[in-house]
Structure formats: C-alpha cells, structure tokens
C-alpha cells in the first residue's frame, strides 16, 4: 500500500503532496533566540544553541563545530575582545566569498565580526558576513 499524504489547496485545484515535496507557511514573524556561548580554548559552535550565537574571547582560541548536521548554520558574532585571534583548524570550513575562494578574516578590533558557518554534506562553509 503507498503512502497517503495530506490535501492541499493549489489555486483552485486539490492534489496530494508526494514524497519529497516540502513546504513551511510562516503566518508572521520568526524570532531566534540569541545564544552567548561560554569563551573557552576550544568552545563549541552548536547549531543547537540556535542560530544566532555570540562570543567573546578571552584569549587566542580554536573553535570546534562537532555537532552540525548538513543544512545546519549558525551566524557567529565574534567579539576578539583585546586582540585576540581565532585559528579555524578544528572547524576546518571551506571558506568562501563572492568571487571566489576566500580565507578566514582578521577580526575587527571593537564590536563582533560577523561569520556564517553552514554545512552541505560533510563540508562546513564559512564567509564573513561583516564587521562594524
């Protein structure tokens, strides 16, 4: 026996969904909490904290993202505190940028950097989105 799935409205026509259709209605706004992760010398970047996360940094530090499940980002506020620096080796992304390849930025000496890390498969991606 196949699977059933719910009725639609499509115009004026009313068809099954199939296997594989997806479809989100947002009646709204939608409103993510902000997550501060605590600072640590190998914090953890976690999609299931959120997908806005914040962090500032208390010395030179080398994140890890072991929690991400492809189709999962996160937009990372780093905030380098004094002068700190972030070495991206346990991450590992794919850096890019409009253009072309890209590379880990220098971060900003006041306010956040703004990141966004996304994966796809096995590959976590990462391009700056900003700074002040």
Do not use: C
Not at 23 to 49: C, K, L, M, R, W
Request: hydrophobic fraction near 35%; avoid cysteine.
């Amino acid at each position: 026996m196949a699977s059933r799935y719910p009725l639609i409205l499509d115009g004026t026509t009313i068809k099954e969904l199939q296997s594989g259709d997806v479809q989100y209605v947002f009646a709204g706004e939608v409103t993510d909490t902000v997550h501060t992760i605590s600072d640590g010398a190998g914090f953890e970047i976690d999609p299931g904290n959120g997908s806005i996360q914040v962090v500032t940094l208390g010395a030179n530090r080398t994140p890890a993202a072991t929690n991400f499940d492809a189709g999962q980002s996160v937009l990372l506020g780093i905030n380098d505190g004094t002068d700190y620096t972030i070495t991206w080796s346990t991450v590992n992304p794919t850096w890019v940028k409009v253009g072309g390849s890209g590379a880990a930025p220098t971060l900003a000496t006041s306010g956040y950097t703004w990141i966004l890390l996304w994966k796809v498969s096995s590959t976590i991606y990462a391009t700056e989105v900003g700074q002040p």
